[in-house]
């Protein structure tokens, strides 16, 4: 926080007033204000992470039932000798515009396929974000645990300071 350095001492000066003159009452303030400022800020974290996982339009809604696969579309081999059969028989073009709508349909079932596969690896994908987000939000609570219990120590010792300073100049 060396950005904060100066800000952190003007606020410690304040808020040890007259006993700032005492090494270890400004000493106790620095830290207090110090600490005060880290649960500030793994507060405010914690809150712009909490919105960003609230504000997730799938954080509602239950997770979907992955897509079935489609059936692969029937196959009919032909052999070369079908397909001179088919040329004397005149129903080549027919064999010809079957076998065309045999592979229209496997094309498509491979886009569908492909389609399929895509909408999985994207729902993975985003189901791991969502994890590494929640598990952030532990560490952040964690976090803050830690820091609200040092800025509650820093105002016990802050206490502590000044009633001894206090005690200090009235001997």
Do not use: C
């Not at 350095?5 to 270890?24: N, R, V, W």
């Not at 609570?141 to 000044?162: H, L, M, P, T, W």
């Amino acid at each position: 926080m060396p950005e904060l350095a100066h800000d952190i001492t003007e606020f410690a000066k304040q808020m040890a007033g007259p006993l700032a003159e005492h090494p270890s009452v400004f000493q106790a303030a620095l830290h207090l204000v110090a600490a005060a400022i880290d649960v500030d800020r793994v507060r405010s974290a914690r809150r712009d992470l909490l919105q960003q996982i609230a504000s997730d339009p799938q954080f509602h809604d239950p997770l979907l039932a992955r897509e079935p696969m489609p059936d692969r579309p029937a196959r009919i081999k032909s052999s070369t000798a079908m397909w001179l059969e088919a040329y004397r028989n005149g129903t080549f073009v027919q064999q010809r515009e079957s076998v065309l709508a045999q592979v229209a349909e496997h094309i498509i079932y491979e886009s569908k396929i492909e389609q399929i596969k895509l909408d999985w690896a994207n729902a993975k994908q985003e189901a791991q974000q969502r994890a590494r987000r929640w598990e952030q939000l532990t560490r952040l609570e964690r976090y803050e645990r830690r820091a609200v219990s040092q800025r509650n120590s820093a105002i016990r010792a802050f206490g502590e300071a000044q009633a001894a300073a206090r005690d200090g100049s009235q001997q």
